[in-house]
């Protein structure tokens, strides 16, 4: 049977008889006929209209009417349609297609061209989108791209005139701190939104839009914004212990004026996170407030040390010795000559908003505080090093800035070959007697080259001796090397900030100048030692990366912190009362030696305060004594003066964020109720700024 089918399928069919067709079409003609002939009449009559029903009649005349309130109200409904769609458009950008291409949006092709289109087969739209050149959608003029957003810049306005600029910071002012931010956040989405944004345009322009390919609402996962990968890198410190004053009455310890943990923690928490608890550093958020503390009469004798012993907020048990340090202000008309050069870090890793471009601006900011007769090179480095301008002194200040204008980023990174460039150029312009400084600034990321902690350590340690000191300025998140930055700052006899915000710059180049750039002491250590008959522990808050042997005191060939010109530092320690019930160690049980009870110093003084230093230009140190008494306390916390309860705030703060224990129990909220009763005057916004940031951290830690 197969076989028959298949023999079957194989034959050709007959062709059409013409005699069969005809004789088909006549009878199909004859059958209409009949049909046609037999049919009824067709329903109703000519004479007369249709019968309908009245109420037709009547309301068929009022739907017919075209009233323009009703155009006006189908227009109030399609205005604000129009509105959120185009707001859709620009904001988040057209649907993409499974293969990632934005989706192709009419504009207003008339009804011919669509039926042309019908007959005709074209190429697919996602297809006419991907030839779309992306460069051409960024390289107008009218597309908002990552470069300027609402007359935020994200790269300052790099040509303005020096005068321009002198005039706008000529005095200190607050300053908007979130305006790089906001342009960092701007730049970053809008670098998305550019391209769909731009086709939205496009169309509009044209004539309404008149067709919109659908497509897969959900997008690649290419095309969503991933987290970027944190690398910044902190020095581990443990919380300094309380000891007993039996077995280690002393603790030594070197200045630190360093202010970078501060900045840093602000950018943690006003980005909505928690500080990394190693880069809380709480001495640097003390000391980042300037407070009025007594100064010297004279540069004769450049510290004058002034102490507190007030109770203990967070422990009733407990009392903090507080010691406030102001240094020597030397008159700007007197200051010496600054020989500074900018070793500035143009790697890739620089190409972000609060980067480079917020960079430029703050040096920018430094060269109009300077005086006519001071010099300022600039080093760059990114995979070479290579001299962007030569000492030149501030009177030519155009072209310093336009110098400054012309960085751009790229490359890797070579910090080596840049430090060795920058000393050999300081040395070139070297000024005796005055300030020879070299400013680095980078995010901390030297990947190229010698890159070693120790191996720098040793470069700078050699140029230090020279007379030639380093100081730091950190940029940036996600890739900012802290422990590198303390590197470098401590063994260049040098400062370290840390620059979030063009307030910041304005705060740390501007206002605190003299304090960065003018040494009046260098190799500032600090000895307390406590009387064990009063005191029966004690706890330094903060310096964990500062902390000195004992013996390190006296020792001149020990590096240790600097000062500058108007520099205020302050130390607080945790004290606990011989017959406290918050002593937490034991007595010896074979006691102290009798000799050395017998020899105690006389029972009305606490502590005993020691302050070690060096001139600028010397080698040889110098000591200062300050005996702390009963006559140092104060018998309430609201007794101590607004400097003193504002900084014993912020160090419970500090405490707070880094998770010791002896403030675990301290609420944000006390902490809070503390600086705001201290805030006082307030005149740049830093303590109001500061009493944000202890809501946040309460909001974010879930208190």
Request: net charge negative; proline share 6%.
């Amino acid at each position: 049977m197969n076989d028959d089918l298949k023999n079957l399928g194989q034959m050709t069919p007959p062709s059409p008889s013409p005699a069969a067709r005809a004789r088909a079409l006549s009878l199909a003609m004859q059958a209409f006929d009949e049909s046609e002939n037999n049919s009824k009449a067709p329903q109703g009559t000519t004479d007369a209209r249709r019968q309908s029903s009245i109420f037709n009649r009547l309301w068929s005349p009022i739907m017919n009417r075209k009233f323009l309130a009703g155009s006006a109200l189908a227009t109030l409904l399609v205005v604000p349609a129009a509105a959120f769609l185009t707001l859709e458009l620009t904001r988040g950008g057209l649907p993409a297609s499974p293969d990632g291409q934005q989706v192709e949006v009419a504009t207003g092709v008339a009804s011919k061209d669509a039926e042309a289109k019908k007959a005709t087969p074209s190429k697919p739209k996602n297809d006419s989108a991907a030839e779309m050149p992306v460069d051409s959608l960024t390289q107008r003029p009218d597309v908002v791209t990552g470069q300027a957003i609402n007359g935020v810049t994200a790269e300052p306005a790099a040509r303005a005139t020096a005068d321009d600029e002198a005039a706008a910071y000529a005095t200190p002012r607050p300053v908007d701190q979130k305006s790089v931010s906001a342009a960092s956040n701007l730049e970053r989405r809008t670098q998305f939104a550019a391209p769909s944004l731009t086709v939205a345009n496009e169309s509009m322009a044209a004539g309404s839009m008149a067709e919109i390919m659908p497509s897969p609402m959900t997008a690649p996962t290419d095309t969503l914004s991933q987290p970027e990968e944190n690398r910044d890198r902190f020095t581990a410190a443990d919380t300094n212990p309380v000891k007993s004053t039996a077995t280690d009455p002393v603790s030594t310890f070197s200045a630190d004026v360093d202010t970078a943990s501060y900045s840093f923690v602000r950018k943690s928490l006003m980005a909505g996170q928690m500080p990394d608890r190693d880069s809380v550093r709480v001495e640097e958020m003390i000391n980042y407030f300037p407070y009025d503390w007594p100064g010297p009469d004279s540069k004769d004798a450049p510290f004058k040390a002034t102490v507190t012993v007030l109770p203990t907020p967070w422990n009733a048990n407990t009392r903090l010795m507080h010691v406030g340090i102001k240094g020597y202000d030397i008159a700007p008309d007197v200051a010496p000559r600054a020989n500074l050069v900018f070793l500035i870090d143009v790697s890739g890793s620089m190409d972000e908003p609060d980067k480079l471009p917020l960079l430029k601006t703050a040096f920018r900011l430094l060269v109009e505080k300077l005086k006519p007769d001071d010099t300022v090179s600039i080093v760059t480095y990114a995979g070479n090093a290579g001299t962007v301008l030569e000492p030149t002194a501030i009177k030519d200040k155009a072209k310093i800035l336009s110098a400054i204008d012309t960085l751009q980023p790229g490359g890797s990174t070579a910090g080596a070959q840049g430090l060795e460039a920058a000393y050999d150029l300081a040395e070139r312009a070297f000024v005796k007697g005055g300030v020879n400084r070299i400013m680095l600034a980078t995010d901390g990321d030297f990947n190229v080259g010698p890159s070693s902690d120790e191996e720098l350590k040793k470069t700078i340690e050699a140029k230090r001796k020279s007379g030639i000191f380093l100081s730091v300025l950190g940029f940036g998140r996600g890739n900012y090397n802290d422990a590198l930055m303390q590197t470098l700052a401590q063994n260049g006899n040098g400062t370290a900030a840390y620059i979030d915000t063009l307030a910041e710059a304005q705060k740390s180049l501007v206002e605190e100048a003299g304090s960065s750039l003018f040494p009046i002491a260098k190799d500032v250590k600090f000895q307390v030692e406590f009387n064990p008959q009063q005191i029966a522990e004690y706890r330094l808050i903060g310096y964990e990366t500062r902390a000195l042997k004992r013996e390190d005191f006296n020792n001149d060939k020990v590096d240790a912190g600097d000062i500058g010109s108007g520099h205020r530092v302050t130390a607080i320690y945790e004290i606990t009362p011989r017959g406290s019930s918050a002593v937490l160690n034991d007595d010896l049980r074979y006691g102290s030696s009798p000799k050395v009870e017998a020899a105690a110093k006389p029972s009305d003084e606490l502590a005993f305060l020691k302050i070690r230093y060096k001139q600028p230009d010397s080698d040889t140190s110098k000591l200062i004594t300050t005996p702390v008494t009963e006559g140092n306390a104060v018998a309430a916390l609201d007794q101590a003066g607004q400097d003193v309860r504002f900084s014993v705030a912020v160090a419970a703060f500090g405490q707070k964020l880094r998770g010791t224990d002896a403030v675990s129990t301290y609420k944000y909220g006390s902490i809070l109720d503390l600086a705001s009763a201290a805030k006082g005057e307030d005149a740049y916004g830093y303590r109001a700024e500061f009493l944000n940031l202890v809501r946040l951290a309460r909001s974010l830690g879930g208190e």
